[in-house]
């Protein structure tokens, strides 16, 4: 299943949304949440990403705490997964690993070094 990346600029905040292809979502499979990736790799050349967070096709976040690939139901207490209305709440929730597999939809990035290029415009070249 293809990946949408959802990737987010510090500098202007904006974010950007796209849909990868199967090819290039393959090259994106054992990554963890918190790990660099050349632009190259998705066709965004020039750029370097750096992996936030994401979420599965079925809504469960991923844990950049949690290792492998799996669903677990773990206590939490506090972001991403569960945000308690006061200090001192725990929940357990279900939540993904932290490192993206085939059951994942979105992928959430951020943009650590620029390319030459906008990113706007070699968005609307790879959709």
């Known amino acids: ?27 994106l499979i054992g990554k963890k949440v ?7 790799v998705i066709g965004l050349p020039g750029y370097k990403l750096k992996i936030t967070g994401g979420s599965d096709s079925s809504g469960f976040p991923i ?7 799996g669903k677990r139901r ?3 207490r506090g972001p991403p997964g569960f945000r308690p209305k ?3 709440i725990a929940r357990r929730k279900t939540v993904r690993g932290s490192e993206l597999g ?3 939809s979105q992928v959430n990035m ?3 070094e620029k ?4 990113l706007e415009e070699l968005v609307i070249k790879a959709a």
């Open 1 to 27: 299943m293809p990946f949408k990346l959802v990737i987010s600029d510090p500098e202007t905040a904006t974010a950007v949304q796209y849909e990868l292809d199967d090819a290039k979502t393959n090259s």
């Open 34 to 40: 918190g790990e660099v990736v050349e632009g190259d």
């Open 63 to 69: 844990r950049p705490d949690m290792h492998g690939r």
């Open 74 to 76: 773990i206590l939490v």
């Open 86 to 88: 006061r200090e001192g």
């Open 102 to 104: 085939n059951e994942i």
């Open 110 to 112: 951020r943009v650590e």
């Open 115 to 118: 390319g030459s290029t906008p």
